[in-house]
């Protein structure tokens, strides 16, 4: 099983930038899917999750209205559309698979598989 997660970058505050995470090794259809962040010194946080048909969607309070997570069941692809960036989004984002996939995933043990992580750096 491999996750690959890609599109981080440096941007200045009030940017965009969209991360993907291409999924292969499992049935990603039946997986629920999410995103999570790290930064040097704490424990890695919910971002959002998705579940396995998109039918919903969850989001941490900082990032509603700002950021949309989304999936490409035909390209085993998850999206975050990340706009409106702040200082305090920097971090490391991890993207993940859930078995749990009609749950709302919103703890990393309830995640099976985690990708490498990309970073995302938002300049004030």
């Known amino acids: 099983v491999q996750l690959q997660a890609s599109g981080g970058g440096l941007v200045q505050a009030g940017g965009s930038l969209r991360l993907s995470c291409i999924v292969s090794g499992l049935n990603f259809s039946r997986y629920g899917m999410g995103w999570f962040r790290q930064t040097p010194g704490k424990e890695r946080e919910f971002v959002a999750a998705i579940t396995l048909k998109g039918e919903r969607t969850d989001y941490e309070d900082s990032v509603k209205g700002r950021f949309t997570i989304s999936r490409d069941n035909a390209k085993n692809t998850m999206y975050l559309q990340m706009n409106s960036l702040k200082s305090e989004d920097t971090a490391v984002y991890y993207c993940?698979?859930?078995?749990?996939?009609?749950?709302?995933?919103?703890?990393?043990?309830?995640?099976?598989?985690w990708g490498q992580g990309t970073q995302v750096t938002v300049s004030s």
């Open positions: 993940a698979a859930s078995r749990y996939g009609r749950s709302q995933n919103l703890l990393t043990r309830e995640y099976d598989y």
